[in-house]
């Protein structure tokens, strides 16, 4: 099991920065991933950027150029700078962390933690 702490989430005004983190503890392997969604009301959760161990990251285009996803492996924590928010940033942020299997890459795990909110004003 791994159990996911968010915090960071807040109200901002349109154009304001917001740093999410997310501290992971549990039994965590050494290939994994961990990522930040969102859920804006009445729309699917999306996702916003992802990091694997090594460093490789992912971002969906509307994070690309205003968010950085990084990651502290000795604290297994994730982090979610945000740039320049405006108000469709507007959403429920999670907070995900992925398992696998080294050896051949099969699932070993999925987690979400309880959300924070972010709230972008216009």
């Known amino acids: 099991q791994v159990q996911l702490v968010e915090s960071g989430g807040g109200l901002v005004q349109t154009g304001g920065s917001l740093r999410l983190s997310c501290a992971a503890s549990?039994?965590?392997?050494?290939?994994?991933?961990m990522g930040w969604y969102r859920q804006a009301p009445g729309k699917q959760r999306e996702l916003v950027a992802s990091?694997?161990?090594?460093?490789?990251?992912n971002y969906a285009d509307s994070a690309k150029g205003r968010f950085t996803i990084s990651r502290d492996n000795a604290k297994n924590t994730v982090y979610l700078q945000m740039n320049s928010l405006k108000p469709e940033d507007t959403a429920v942020y999670y907070c995900?962390?992925?398992?696998?299997?080294?050896?051949?890459?099969?699932?070993?795990?999925?987690?979400w933690g309880q959300g924070t909110q972010v709230t972008v004003s216009s």
């Open positions: 990091i694997r161990n090594d460093g490789t990251t």
């Open positions: 995900r962390h992925r398992n696998w299997v080294a050896s051949d890459f099969r699932p070993a795990g999925d987690y």
């Open positions: 549990g039994t965590i392997t050494s290939l994994n991933t």
